[in-house]
């Protein structure tokens, strides 16, 4: 099929890369010049494992074209995704004037019929508007159905999670458009949920945030750990292997970061505000992922006294493994809060660097070409993201090259006990006090 996306940030670009792969002709549209450019010279402006090569596979099969013009864009596909961003605003609602924007563009091209599918994260009754506006911009009689189908792809598997989704949701209200996508995921393997296009829009914002519902879940529950000298990873094999409730994000750590649950949280409680019944259980998740980030500094200040002039090496500064992207990273937060109070920071990412050195704070810190360079003549070493690559580094290379042997370990990567082995004096999250061995 033919089809376009409009937009070409994570979810457009993985999205039609994807599509591509799965035969389809597929046009991604960018109001960008640069970012289309790049794209045209077979270079990809995000680190995603696989995405990559599957771009420049499809590119060379011609499957997949980019453009700088809706018009084409309009022309082109049967059905026209948006994927374009959706930012949040100082309240907490989203700012859907890309969307609104887009919905004219295209409404102002349209000649014969065509769906029009709202890709991007929206809240509940956007699709209603999306439609109200095209039809107030297009040619008096022009066809066309309006359908949410909401992406759930993680950063750093998105492309798997797209090839090989759980499930598939399609909203919309037109049996001749609900045909088209079905036609669409014909190639994908999972199944497909059909529902009306509040109900699709409202599965986005109800999925994200009942996952960071689980980890604000754990992330309570390993305070009250270190309270009573639990084990939070060991409640949480035992709470996660029941299968109504599954281990999967019971990860208790620094809490959740990213470009999309934070977001996607604020924008989920300011809309049920709008609707008139606030949904305050989700104000409560918020509160415990902040305090949760301010416990953890507050322990690094209790074990160091005073972080003025304190070298302090961070490993990590990508929201999470896997990814380049530090968008409202807790990494990025936990290196300017040290910062902030006069520590002198080293730090380390195996793919974030560059991303990292665009940040106002990479002038006030050092950046190391290794986890042990980073670490070297170090007070303290804080783990603020989860990569595979620090929990294989030596720890006797690791207690050779610190000054004094302090780990804070904001994602519970190490083994406490081997960390207590190799003398180091060891804190992770819900894991009782410092262990600490004689
Ligand atoms: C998320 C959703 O998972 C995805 O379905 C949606 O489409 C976009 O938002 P993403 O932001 O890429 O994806 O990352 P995810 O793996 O969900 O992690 C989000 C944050 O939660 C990260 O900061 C991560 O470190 C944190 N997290 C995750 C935990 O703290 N503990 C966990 O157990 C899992």
């Known amino acids: ?35 289309v450019e790049t794209l045209l010279a077979g270079e990809i ?8 090569s599957l771009v420049k596979k499809n590119v060379a ?33 989203v700012d859907l004037s890309f969307i609104e924007k887009v919905a004219r563009e295209i409404a102002v091209h349209l000649g014969s019929y065509r769906v029009i599918v709202d890709k991007s994260t929206v809240p509940v009754k956007t699709g209603e508007r999306v439609a109200s506006t095209i039809r107030r911009y297009a040619k008096p009689g022009v066809e066309f159905d309006v359908v949410s189908n909401p992406e759930f792809l993680r950063e750093g598997s998105a492309v798997e999670d797209l090839m090989k989704p759980d499930r598939i949701v399609i909203g919309g209200n037109s049996d001749r458009a609900l045909a088209l996508m079905q036609k669409i995921y014909e190639p994908f393997v999972a199944p497909v949920l059909v529902t009306d296009i509040n109900s699709a829009e ?60 934070p ?13 008139g019944t606030p949904f305050t259980l989700l104000e409560e998740v918020q509160r415990i992922n902040e305090h949760q980030f301010q416990r953890f500094l507050d322990g690094i200040r ?17 929201f999470k493994p896997n990814t380049d992207d530090v968008r409202s990273s807790v990494a990025i937060r936990v290196v300017e809060a040290l910062v902030a109070e006069g520590a002198e920071v080293t730090a380390y990412d195996p793919k974030a660097m560059d991303k990292a050195r665009l940040l106002p704070v990479a002038s006030k810190i050092k950046l190391a070409s290794s986890p042990l360079e980073a670490a070297t003549g170090a007070e303290a070493l804080i783990i603020a993201t989860e990569w595979a690559e620090f929990a294989s580094v030596d720890l006797s290379d690791l207690r050779e090259v610190m000054r004094t042997p302090l780990i804070f370990d904001g994602r519970n990567l190490l083994d406490p006990v081997a960390a207590a082995d190799f003398g180091f004096q060891y804190r992770g999250i819900g894991r009782g006090a410092v262990v600490e061995r004689s």
């Open 45 to 52: 402006p995000i680190y995603e494992p696989g995405l990559e």
């Open 302 to 318: 209790e074990a160091l006294w005073v972080l003025k002039e304190k070298k302090l090496a961070v490993w990590g500064l990508a």
């Open 202 to 261: 409202l599965i986005k914002h109800a999925a994200n945030s009942f996952l960071a519902l689980k980890i604000s879940y754990i992330n309570a529950i390993s305070e009250i750990c270190e309270m009573s000298g639990a084990d939070v990873l060991k409640v949480a094999e035992g709470i996660g292997t029941d299968k109504r409730i599954g281990r999967a994000f019971l990860n208790a750590g620094l809490g959740y970061g990213g470009s999309c649950f």
């Open 61 to 93: 099969a011609r499957r997949l074209r980019f453009t700088t013009a809706t018009e084409e864009g309009v022309e082109h596909g049967e059905v026209l995704f948006i994927a374009v961003p959706t930012p949040p605003q100082p309240d907490g609602s």
């Open 1 to 35: 099929m033919k089809l376009t996306i409009i937009g070409s940030g994570y979810v457009g670009l993985t999205t039609g890369a994807c599509f591509a792969e799965a035969g389809h002709h597929v046009l991604c549209v960018d109001n960008d010049p640069k970012k």
């Open 263 to 275: 977001k996607d949280i604020a924008a989920f409680i300011a809309i049920s505000r709008q609707l």
